[in-house]
């Protein structure tokens, strides 16, 4: 079946550490790919897309390639400050006519200054 | 700009006790959403609207319900609440259904406690 795996957290980081969050998929047809990320106490935020193999989603300085071949989409920042300090999930959506959503199990990330 | 708005934030419930989540939105999107978000086990769709006037079935849709009211509304009601519903709801919402690579919009969730 679709499902979508990513990294067990808590991640936890100094400030300016690089950051890299594993998602790998699977999926039948040619999904789009997402990563949303959720602070503390609110709902989830787009931070990036890719809709296409080798499409490189980016926002905030966080990025994101979707590799076909490995069928991964993971998430790196060259530098992350406390302010990233959430939970991100990545998400996958089939070329259908639902729009739905499949999810990750969501990672942690925790920085410290 | 309000986005997606869900009521209410908190919950309470007892065992067999019923309640309506309710979600609105209002960016004339078509298709809505219902999730819920349990620890290490990502989100979870229960229902979903991909336009007004029908609804489907999720992942997870055993004791539930929904109501597409409208356009802009769309929510979910628990007919006899048990504690293994005791989650954090997630409404969403987007454009539209039919290929679209929009992204869903989510509402600050309810948080649910069933004793």
């Known amino acids: 079946g679709n499902s979508v795996t990513q990294m067990e957290g808590p991640v936890t980081l100094s400030e300016e550490a690089f950051l890299t969050i594993n998602c790998t998929y699977t999926a039948t047809g040619y999904p789009s790919l997402f990563w949303y990320v959720q602070y503390p106490g609110e709902g989830l935020q787009l931070l990036l897309k890719a809709t296409k193999a080798d499409d490189k989603g980016s926002n905030k300085g966080f990025e994101a390639t979707y590799r076909k071949e490995t069928t991964s989409f993971h998430l790196e920042k060259g530098s992350v400050q406390v302010s990233d300090s959430a939970v991100y999930f990545c998400?996958?959506?089939?070329?259908?006519?639902?729009?739905?959503?499949?999810f990750g199990q969501g990672t942690t990330l925790q920085v410290k200054p | 700009n309000a986005g997606v708005t869900q009521t209410p934030k908190f919950q309470v419930l007892k065992t067999g006790q019923s309640m309506t989540l309710q979600c609105a939105q209002d960016m004339n999107h078509n298709s809505m959403y219902w999730y819920r978000q349990d620890p290490g086990m990502g989100l979870r769709l229960i229902y979903y609207?991909?336009?007004?006037?029908?609804?489907d079935k999720g992942e997870v849709p055993n004791g539930y319900n929904v109501s597409r009211l409208n356009k802009r509304e769309f929510s979910l009601r628990l007919e006899s609440a048990a504690p293994s519903q005791t989650s954090v709801y997630f409404c969403a919402s987007s454009p539209q259904g039919d290929y679209s690579n929009q992204p869903q919009h989510f509402g600050d969730g309810t948080r649910l406690s069933i004793l």
């Open positions: 998400a996958l959506r089939l070329s259908s006519n639902t729009g739905k959503l499949i």
């Open positions: 609207s991909a336009s007004e006037g029908t609804t």
